[in-house]
C-alpha cells in the first residue's frame, strides 16, 4: 500500500458509507441510448438529460453517423493538426453562418474549448473577472491560465449575476486588459444570465465579454443559437462557447468568434493541438441536427418551451421550491441530503431517473434534484414524473419543508 491508496481510502469514506447504505446515486449503467432507456433491466425516463430537443436517437442522425463510419472510421487517431477533414471545415463554416460570427472551432470536447479559449487569451496584461456560479470548464481554463509562468492573469469572481458586483471589480482591476465570463444558463440553477446588464458593463469598460452557452444553444431564441439571439446582442459578445453534448446529441466543443481571434486560438490552445481530433461520426451527427434546426428549429424550441411551461406550472402549483429558475432546467429544491437521496432512490424504484445533486456540488442546505425538461419528453413521462414527485415530495418532507436529519455524513 502506497500513500495514494492510504489518500484513497480516507477521501472516499464518504462514498463507501453512501454504497453501503445503497443510496449512492452516481455511475448507474444504461443498457441503452436516449431519453428512454433500461438500468438493470428496469425501464427508466430520464430527466437529468441534456438531449434537449430529444434528437440524439433520431434515425436521419444515426444513418448519417453510420454513413461517416464506413467513410472515415470510428476515429482519425491523430489531433487535429494532422486530422482535419472537409466534413470538419464545412461544419464549422455552417456553424458560424448559423451563430451569426465570421469563424468557427471545433474541440473535441466542450470542456477543452473553454480550456484553450482562456488560456489563449488571458496574459499577463489581463483580468479574468468569473461569475461566481461558473462552470467546471470555466473555472479550470481560468486557473490554467493562472499557472502559467509569465503569462498569469489576475482573477476576480462577481457575485452570481450581480451587474454592480461585477463593476466594482471592473473598475478596481489591476490589469489593462479585462476577459469577463458569463454562462447564458446556468446548468445548476436553470437561470439566465442577466445579459443586457453585463453588455452595457463590458462596454462602458472596454471588457470582452465571453459567453458560454452550452445549455442556451438549441432551447433560447426563435431558431434556437441560444441567449445572445433571444436578447439580441449577438454583436456585442466577442466570443461565444458552446457544446454539441446538449442539442446537437453527441460530443464536441465550439469557438465562434472573429477570424483572427478564431485563428489565435486554433494555433495557440493545447487542449486543440493535443487533443484527438473530433470523430468524423460525431461531426455527421451534429451536421444532420444542424439541418433539422435550420428546417425546423423555431418549431421546435417552441414544443420544449411548451413541455417546460407545463412542467413548471405543475411543479409550482403542488408547491415545489424552484429557485432562481426561469429556464427548462428545473432545480427541484429539496435541501438537505438525506431528502434528495430518498427522493432520487424512490423515483428510479418507480421508473424515473433525476440525479441528484448535493454537497460538494452545491452547498449544504442547497442540496436539489436536477430536472430537465426535453422536447422529447412525452406527456405521459411529464405525467408520472408529477405524480411521483408529488407523492414522494410528501413523503420525505420536501414539500412540508420538515427536517428528517441528515443520512451521509457531510
Known amino acids: 500500500m502506497s500513500w495514494i491508496d492510504d489518500k484513497a481510502t480516507a477521501e472516499l469514506a464518504r462514498v463507501r458509507e453512501a454504497r453501503e447504505k445503497q443510496v449512492y446515486p452516481y455511475f448507474r449503467e444504461f443498457e441503452s441510448g436516449g431519453l428512454h432507456t433500461t438500468i438493470a433491466g428496469q425501464p427508466l425516463v430520464n430527466f437529468s438529460s441534456n438531449d434537449y430537443l430529444g434528437l440524439t436517437n433520431h434515425p436521419k442522425v444515426k444513418e448519417a453517423a453510420k454513413k461517416a463510419v464506413e467513410k472515415y472510421a470510428c476515429g482519425l487517431s491523430s489531433s487535429r493538426a494532422q486530422a482535419t477533414t472537409t466534413e470538419h471545415v464545412e461544419l464549422e463554416k455552417r456553424l458560424a453562418k448559423w451563430f451569426g460570427y465570421e469563424a468557427c472551432l471545433m474541440f473535441t470536447t466542450g470542456y477543452q474549448a473553454m480550456l484553450g479559449t482562456l488560456v489563449s487569451l488571458a496574459d499577463k496584461d489581463t483580468t479574468v473577472i468569473l461569475d461566481s456560479y461558473s462552470h467546471a470548464c470555466i473555472l479550470d481554463g481560468t486557473f490554467l491560465a493562472a499557472g502559467i509562468p509569465g503569462r498569469a492573469p489576475e482573477v476576480r469572481f462577481f457575485n452570481h449575476n450581480s451587474a454592480k458586483s461585477l463593476e466594482r471589480i471592473l473598475k478596481s482591476r489591476e490589469r489593462k486588459n479585462a476577459l469577463v465570463c458569463v454562462e447564458g444558463v446556468y446548468s445548476l440553477d436553470g437561470d439566465k444570465a442577466h445579459l443586457k446588464e453585463f453588455v452595457e458593463i463590458c462596454d462602458r469598460y472596454e471588457a470582452v465579454l465571453v459567453v458560454d452557452d452550452a445549455h442556451g444553444t438549441g432551447t433560447l431564441g426563435e431558431r434556437g443559437t441560444g441567449i445572445l439571439e433571444e436578447t439580441g446582442l449577438r454583436d456585442k459578445a466577442p466570443?461565444?462557447?458552446?457544446?454539441?453534448?446538449?442539442?446537437?446529441?453527441?460530443?464536441?466543443?465550439l469557438v465562434l468568434a472573429s477570424a483572427d481571434v478564431v485563428d489565435l486560438i486554433k494555433n495557440n490552445a493545447r487542449s486543440f493541438l493535443f487533443s484527438a481530433s473530433l470523430p468524423v461520426p460525431v461531426v455527421a451527427a451534429a451536421s444532420t441536427i444542424l439541418d433539422m434546426l435550420e428546417a425546423d428549429g423555431p418549431a421546435m424550441v417552441r414544443e420544449l418551451h411548451q413541455k417546460a411551461d407545463y412542467f413548471r406550472g405543475k411543479l409550482t402549483e403542488a408547491g415545489f421550491e424552484l429557485g432562481a429558475s426561469n429556464t427548462?432546467?428545473?432545480?427541484?429544491?429539496?435541501?438537505?441530503?438525506?431528502?434528495t437521496l430518498f427522493m432520487h432512490i424512490a423515483l428510479l424504484e418507480c421508473g424515473v431517473l433525476m440525479v441528484p445533486i448535493i454537497y460538494p456540488a452545491?452547498?449544504?442546505?442547497?442540496?436539489?434534484?436536477?430536472?430537465?425538461?426535453?422536447?422529447g419528453h412525452t406527456q405521459e413521462d411529464m405525467d408520472k414524473a408529477l405524480e411521483l414527485l408529488k407523492t414522494y415530495g410528501e413523503a420525505f418532507f420536501v414539500l412540508s419543508g420538515e427536517d428528517i436529519g441528515p443520512m451521509v455524513a457531510p
Open 239 to 253: 466570443v461565444l462557447v458552446s457544446t454539441f453534448s446538449k442539442t446537437f446529441g453527441g460530443i464536441g466543443g
Open 362 to 375: 452545491v452547498k449544504h442546505g442547497e442540496e436539489r434534484l436536477r430536472v430537465n425538461i426535453t422536447r
Open 328 to 339: 427548462h432546467i428545473m432545480p427541484v429544491m429539496c435541501r438537505e441530503e438525506r431528502k
